[in-house]
T-cell receptor, first 113, second 112 residues
């Protein structure tokens, strides 16, 4: 396994701009998760996919956030009209359908100026 | 709702000393519990997990944790700290079939 990969690792943007992050899960992992981690806090659940179906979205995921997982492989997380409060580390994780362990990627650190 | 509470946001230990990180959980069903470690600017790495089998769980890098139902605790220990153990540690509980709920984390500093 090559592990979960995320791109870019760092993103600096100006308030009001749109950003998109990509996550490539471990091959053949059916489940994919997005979490957000702010400074000094633990990760907070954002959304979850089983194959291509998005099965749950946290109330933290405002209308400016959208996530997709076309064909059940990689996933993208888009934030429209970024705000300074969106500055955080965005973590992606994946797991097999029957597994209980989530494997995390290195994260994408977003800074909104 | 299932949740975890980590007691102590910062722990400082001397190299070679015992590391003890505290985690208490709240769950109405038998919990699945996890400890993850995060090094600066990196993602989370699984240290160990409890999934209702043995109550004493051994993980990587010499860490272990004991599940105590009577105390609703899942504390993480390592007998002898190494400089490479300096990191942030997160306790987590699986809240349903898939979602993890994390504690706020404990930062470990190791003094030479």
């Amino acid at each position: 396994d090559t592990g979960v990969s995320q791109n870019p690792r760092h993103k600096i943007t100006k308030r009001g701009q749109n950003v998109t992050f990509r996550c490539d899960p471990i091959s053949e992992h059916n489940r994919l998760y997005w979490y957000r981690q702010t400074l000094g806090q633990g990760p907070e659940f954002l959304t979850y996919f089983q194959n291509e179906a998005q099965l749950e979205k946290s109330r933290l995921l405002s209308d400016r956030f959208s996530a997709e997982r076309p064909k059940g492989s990689f996933s993208t997380l888009e934030i429209q009209r970024t705000e300074q409060g969106d500055s955080a580390m965005y973590l992606c994780a994946s797991s097999p359908l029957a597994g209980d362990t989530q494997y995390f990627g290195p994260g994408t650190r977003l800074t909104v100026l | 709702a299932q949740s975890v509470t980590q007691l102590g946001s910062h722990v400082s230990v001397s190299e070679g000393a015992l590391v003890l990180l505290r985690c208490n959980y709240s769950s109405s069903v038998p919990p699945y519990l996890f400890w993850y470690v995060q090094y600066p600017n990196q993602g989370l790495q699984l240290l160990l997990k409890y999934t209702s089998a043995a109550t004493l769980v051994k993980g990587i890098n010499g860490f272990e944790a004991e599940f105590k139902k009577s105390e609703t605790s899942f504390h993480l220990t390592k007998p002898s700290a190494h400089m490479s153990d300096a990191a942030e540690y997160f306790c987590a509980v699986r809240t349903n079939d898939y979602k993890l709920s994390f504690g706020a984390g404990t930062t470990v500093t190791v003094r030479a």
